[in-house]
């Protein structure tokens, strides 16, 4: 059974950079048949893709949060990552991994999402 | 890319059957079969309901069907259940440099 699991800090101050990881269990990241990717939720708000990576590591972001996004890939970990740099209050959401199967382009499997408040 | 527009609200009374549609463009719900709905109950991450227009994961009940005319998809929920009373999502592929949109969401309640 696929489960994804995000972890990281809940607390991060303006300006500092957000790190998030994804630990993937009953399927590898570094498959060829799904993208791994990054979702977030603002309180009260809807869903937001911030962007995905693929096998052998290429990426792709969302164009409001290119210039801040890094999405990477530990293979060995099976897990994949999140940063977000320069925060501000407005990126306090939940933030959600998930998976991607590349034949339907739908988003199958979801962590249960972790809360990060920028704040200081 | 703007999201997808979905109804703020629909509500109906159990055993009942409602719609939730989800309109963009050509760009993306008009021009793909990639459309997929979700379901969000309160504090929980989203749950994949329907993928590629009309298609059902292993284990969602057959009462959630799917349907497409235009850029315009549609969900639907026969013999309405208070579990169902929850926040809707539709998504779908775009081809624009964002490559996945959300609607705006949906809350279902029972009545």
């Known amino acids: 059974q696929v489960q994804l699991q995000e972890s990281g800090p809940g607390l991060v101050e303006p300006s500092e950079t957000l790190s998030l990881t994804c630990a993937v269990s009953g399927g590898s990241v570094s498959s060829a048949s799904y993208y791994y990717t990054w979702i977030r939720q603002p309180p009260r708000k809807g869903l937001e893709w911030i962007g995905h990576i693929f096998f052998r590591g290429s990426t792709n972001y969302n164009p409001s949060l290119k210039s801040r996004v890094t999405i990477s890939a530990d293979t060995s970990k099976n897990q994949f990552s999140l940063r977000l740099s320069s925060v501000t209050a407005a990126d306090t959401a939940v933030y959600y991994c998930?998976?991607?199967?590349?034949?339907?382009?739908?988003?199958?499997?979801w962590g249960q999402g972790t809360l990060v408040t920028v704040s200081s | 890319q703007s999201a997808l527009t979905q109804p703020a609200s629909v509500s109906g009374s159990p055993g009942q059957s409602i719609t939730i549609s989800c309109t963009g463009t050509s760009s993306d719900v008009g021009g793909y079969d990639y459309v997929s709905w979700y379901r969000q109950h309160p504090g929980k991450a989203p749950k994949l309901m329907i993928y590629e227009v009309r298609n059902r994961p292993s284990g969602v009940s057959n009462r959630f069907s799917g349907s497409k005319s235009g850029n315009t998809a549609s969900l639907t929920i026969s013999g309405l259940q208070a579990e169902d009373e929850a926040d809707y999502y539709c998504s779908s592929y775009t081809s624009s440099s964002t490559n996945y949109v959300f609607g705006t969401g949906t809350k279902v309640t029972v009545l």
């Open positions: 998930a998976r991607i199967p590349v034949a339907d382009l739908s988003f199958d499997y």
